[in-house]
């Protein structure tokens, strides 16, 4: 009997306990948190906002809450409707995304995503919508006026619901634009408007020069961008900023300039081989 006593791995049966011990401790601290869970209150409600605009912020935020779904501090957490309070954020057409979720302390964490707009319509009739990163209209507010390009002119496509989606090929054409210059050094400067003029071609307006710098459309745009950098170092200098009225490079491999008091300067309806 002692014997048998003594050939008992003595080392597992110990690691054996122990590892008993753990789970049994690990089971007893979940039930806690879980009862925790179910019984906390909430103590407090912080919300952030990220992104670049300042369309809304914490107040409009905590005000939505309070008016769909009352006074959250104090109620217990399994009687907040987080999901549909997300539902709820998720509604305002300046939000993107949004998440809600208590922390361990019984703080309700709110964060909100907001929409990044790039261009900002005025269309023919006086109406105006900005268009965020993904093609989706969103309703100008005179709360926040973000620093964005505005494109007006013979523009026919207007604004409806919050959140519709750009239709006309114009309007995509000025947003691949406004996409294509950011970030450039020259163009993103020197651009300070885009303008729609009654053939339906889009100009740009220049920060430097008077010059009505046609495009057309988005179509071959590097390429077309690249001519207007050619008049700029190349025939600029040598007629001066007042010379012309319109620079046209909306045709391929040409620069067309028109001359502020009459028509073409035939020596500059050249072919520019772009290589």
Known sequence: MLKAIRNIPWNIVGYVCLGLVALAGVGMLMSLVKKKDVTQACVSMKVMIQGKEAFIDQHDISDLVK????????????????????????????????????????????????????????????????????????????KYVPHVLIANGNIAEGYQNALDTVQT?????????????????????????????????????????????????????????????????NILPKVGTEAYQKVNVKYDDQIICERKEGWLLDSLQMNMKMN
């Open 67 to 142: 008016a769909k779904f009352g006074r959250v501090v104090g109620k217990p957490l399994k009687d907040i409707p987080i999901d549909k309070i997300e539902k709820a954020l998720l509604e305002l057409p300046y939000v993107a995304a949004a998440e809600i979720y208590a922390d361990m302390d019984g703080v309700l964490q709110v964060s909100v995503q907001q929409r990044e707009v790039i261009l900002r319509v005025i269309n023919k009739v006086g109406q105006e919508y900005y268009i965020d990163t993904k093609g989706a209209k969103v309703p100008v507010t005179l």
């Open 169 to 233: 090929k114009l309007v995509k054409d000025l947003m691949k634009i406004v996409e294509h210059v950011k970030g450039d050094p020259l163009w993103s400067n020197q651009i300070v408007q885009l303008y729609v003029n009654s053939n339906r071609d889009i100009e740009i307006v220049p920060r430097v020069g008077s010059q009505e710098l046609i495009l057309g459309n988005a179509d071959k745009l590097g390429e077309k961008l690249e001519r207007l950098v050619v008049f700029y170092k």
